[in-house]
C-alpha cells in the first residue's frame, strides 16, 4: 500500500502519515542479508524496499508511515532523516526520557543506566563495542521515490521484546534493545501515536 499510494500520486496529492500497529513480522531492508536472521521461528521474514537491514515490528510498538513529497517541505533526505529522528527525540523528551543519536547508525538510543539524565554521550566510541551502555528504542528505514519519501520509524512503547533476540537488529550482533516500560515509563499504544503523529506532522510541514 505504502508503494501504490507514492507511486500513483501526482504533485498536488496531500502528504499523509500513517500510524499502525503490526502483526509479528521481521522486515528486511534491500541491503538485508540473511545471516542476521537468526532464528526468525514462527514470525514471518517479509523483504522490502526501505534502507537498513532486518528490524522487527510486533504489538505495542508504534509504527509510523510519513507519506512526504520532500520537495513540498523544500529539504533532501539528510534532512529528512534528522527531522525524523527530531520528532522522535521529542516523544521521548515528552516522557521525561533523553534520547540519542548514534553518528552512523540511525535511529534513537537510550543510555540503560540513565534513561532520564540529560548527560551527552562522550567520545569516542569504541569500535569494538560502539553501543556499550546504550539500548535501542526507536529504528528508522526510508525510501525515496520520485523525491516522495515512504517507511518511516518505529518506536517501542510496551512489546515483547524477545524476538530482537533472534535477530541482529538493525545488522549489529549484540545491539540490545529496548521500550519504554522497560524505563519505567507506562503509557499506551495512543498516546504514544499521538505524539509521535503530532510532532512528524509539525516538523515535515511545508
Same mark, same amino acid.
Given at each position: ?117 540529560? %548527560?551527552? !554521550?562522550?567520545?569516542?566510541? /569504541?569500535?569494538? &563495542?560502539?553501543?556499550?551502555? +546504550? *539500548?535501542?528504542?526507536? #529504528? ?40 519504554? %516500560?522497560? !524505563?519505567?515509563?507506562?503509557? /499506551?499504544?495512543? &498516546?504514544?501515536?499521538?505524539? +509521535? *503523529?503530532?510532532?512528524? #506532522? ?5
Amino acid at each position: 500500500m505504502l508503494c501504490t499510494f507514492t507511486d500513483e500520486r501526482e504533485a498536488a496529492t496531500p502528504d499523509e502519515i500513517w500510524l499502525c500497529e503490526h502483526a509479528p513480522v521481521f522486515t528486511q531492508g534491500v541491503a538485508g542479508r540473511a545471516e542476521h536472521v537468526l532464528d526468525a521461528g514462527n514470525v514471518p521474514v517479509v523483504a522490502t524496499n526501505r534502507g537498513g537491514q532486518v528490524t522487527y515490528h510486533g504489538p505495542g510498538q508504534v509504527v509510523a508511515y510519513p507519506l512526504v513529497d520532500l520537495r513540498r517541505v523544500g529539504i533532501y533526505v539528510k534532512e529528512y532523516v534528522f527531522r525524523l529522528e527530531s520528532a522522535l527525540l521529542r516523544v521521548l523528551e515528552s516522557y521525561g526520557v533523553t534520547g540519542h543519536r548514534v553518528a552512523g547508525a540511525p535511529g534513537i538510543y537510550v543510555r540503560l543506566d540513565d534513561p532520564f539524565g540529560h %548527560a551527552a !554521550l562522550a567520545g569516542p566510541v /569504541d569500535p569494538r &563495542d560502539p553501543f556499550r551502555g +546504550l *539500548g535501542k528504542i526507536a #529504528a528508522l528505514g526510508v525510501k525515496v521515490s520520485r523525491h516522495c519519501a515512504y517507511h518511516g520509524v518505529a518506536l517501542n512503547v510496551a512489546m515483547d521484546l524477545a524476538p530482537f533476540r533472534r535477530i541482529h537488529p538493525c545488522g549489529y550482533p549484540g545491539l540490545e534493545t529496548v521500550d519504554l %516500560a522497560r !524505563l519505567g515509563v507506562f503509557t /499506551d499504544w495512543d &498516546d504514544a501515536a499521538s505524539r +509521535l *503523529g503530532h510532532h512528524l #506532522a509539525v516538523l515535515l510541514s511545508p
